[in-house]
């Protein structure tokens, strides 16, 4: 086992990592910016290293300083955990060339799946159901229409580099095309550095629903069941929870089954994610693969009982996978609730709930500044019960006991969210946030006035 890991991150997910260092006898290494030497990453590991100034491009996406760092304080392994270097394939390569163990799969897979349109090409060879689109990049917006023309109305232009919901526009005509074409192509530009762009079939208010799987490097997989991520605000989440009320037994077997024959096309290993759009009637299609943990990966650890950065750890130092699929079991329902901050400051007073069911992962504390460099999620609220509505009343209890003073933030916008009729119900798709945000606004602004 590792000795010493490098967590090449910040705010919750570096403590996330770095208490699982801690219960496995791992030394730490956290790597910061100026902007976080205030942070509880800093305060936790063993040894704490200033990289660079506040802009991530001079800090946590400096890899020579990074690797640097971890040469010189002998680290074995490097976490990345989500966003920055996490799937960035010449980041692993560099691990990789210089004895370093890049925790996450092998840079060979990053660039094979991180490039979104070579892993559908990967996929449609694999038996995988992708969304109809375009085989090969597309170079132009002439190109772009003759491809729409095939498919047909509407479609998604999307970034071949993309995440985090950046660099895709919906084209619903002809006449918008060139002008959505140019704008994602510039924003991917802008956010990746590389403006290939691909064409897909817009399906229409899909659920987002994905797999969690685990692989180890002697090529055993498993599935640990889906999390639905359909209320997301901009092609980004805000809420998931698991199971979906759209998937039954028999589509969560197969669809498992089709994130495991996805993840050995690919050659995986770590844990990774098989993201798909699920239509009304149960049709789904691969959109792609996250080869990193994410966000949301404490709704199966919770549903499961399996510690996924722990698993991520053993498989990188090479260790099988202690569980087959046959031994994973799902019990009741789990809800993870997203609070980002929508303003910098300082925080002024704070106050977490607790309790049965209730688990919380945030870097937040008493007198911690929010900065506007970085990502804006401050914590995580994840909620566990024995039925949904038992989660969604738990959760409902949680974000009244949560008190962030000092920013404003959406937890009472989240608040209302959970009373909403089609949340309740369980009948929601991507739509959703689209066509509720003002109802739920107008409830909300009416509670402040009240
Ligand atoms: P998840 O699927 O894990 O929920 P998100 O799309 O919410 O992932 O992204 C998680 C974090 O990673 C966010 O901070 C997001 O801004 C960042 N991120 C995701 N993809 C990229 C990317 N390709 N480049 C830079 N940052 C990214
Ligand atoms: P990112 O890498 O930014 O996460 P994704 O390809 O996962 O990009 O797409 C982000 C979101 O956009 C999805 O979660 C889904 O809501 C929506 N989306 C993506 N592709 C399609 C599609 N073909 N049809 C409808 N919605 C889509
Ligand atoms: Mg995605």
């Not at 010189?72 to 394939?89: K, Q, V, W």
């Not at 990502?375 to 959760?395: N, P, Q």
């Amino acid at each position: 086992m590792f000795k010493r890991i490098l967590i090449a991150n910040r705010g919750e997910i570096a403590l996330r990592i770095l208490r699982c260092c801690r219960e496995m006898d791992i030394e730490t290494v956290v790597v910061y910016s100026e902007a976080d030497e205030k942070s509880l990453a800093v305060m936790y590991a063993t040894e704490a290293v200033c990289i660079g100034p506040a802009k991530a491009a001079d800090s946590y996406l400096n890899q020579d300083v990074i690797l640097e760092t971890a040469r010189r304080t002998e680290c074995d392994a490097i976490h990345p955990g989500y966003g920055f270097l996490s799937e960035n394939a010449e980041f692993a390569r560099a691990c990789e060339e210089n004895g370093i163990v890049f925790i996450g799969p092998s840079s060979q897979v990053i660039s094979r799946m991180g490039d979104k349109q070579s892993a559908r090409r990967l996929m449609m060879a694999s038996d995988v159901p992708v969304v109809p689109g375009s085989k090969e990049l597309v170079n132009s917006p002439e190109e772009a229409a003759a491809i729409a023309e095939e498919i047909g109305y509407p479609v998604l232009i999307k970034a071949s580099a993309g995440g985090g919901g950046k660099g895709i526009r919906k084209i619903y005509s002809p006449e918008e095309l060139k002008s959505a074409y140019e704008t994602a192509k510039a924003e991917a530009r802008a956010s990746f550095g590389n403006d290939d762009m691909y064409l897909e079939k817009l399906i229409e208010n899909p659920h987002h629903i994905e797999i969690q799987i685990l692989a180890d490097k002697e090529g055993n997989t498993v599935y640990l069941g889906e999390r639905d991520c359909s209320i997301q605000r901009n092609n980004q989440k805000l809420l998931e929870e698991s199971p979906s009320a759209l998937i039954k037994e028999a589509q969560r077997h197969e669809m498992g089954q089709t994130a495991v024959r996805a993840a050995k096309a690919a050659g995986y290993f770590s844990a990774g994610t098989v993201e798909f759009v699920v239509d009304d009637e149960g049709h789904y299609y691969f959109i792609e693969m996250n080869t990193r943990i994410q966000v949301e990966h404490p709704v199966t650890e919770e549903l499961t009982g399996i510690d996924l950065v722990r698993e991520q750890i053993r498989i990188a130092a090479g260790m099988k996978l202690g569980i087959i699929q046959e031994e994973v079991q799902m019990r009741g329902h789990t809800i993870e609730c997203r609070i980002n901050a929508q303003t910098p400051g300082v925080i002024e007073f704070l106050h977490f709930p607790n309790g049965y069911g209730v688990r919380i992962e945030s870097h937040l504390f008493a007198g911690y500044e929010v900065s506007p460099f970085y990502d804006s999620m401050v914590a995580k609220i994840i909620v566990s019960g024995r039925t949904r509505l038992e989660a969604i009343r738990r959760l409902r209890r949680a974000l009244e006991e949560l008190i962030i003073d000092g920013i404003e933030t959406n937890a009472s916008f989240m608040h209302l969210l959970t009373f909403h009729p089609d949340f309740i119900k369980g009948k929601y798709s991507t739509a959703f946030w689209e066509n509720n945000h003002e109802e739920i606004e107008q409830w909300r602004k009416q509670g402040e006035t009240a």
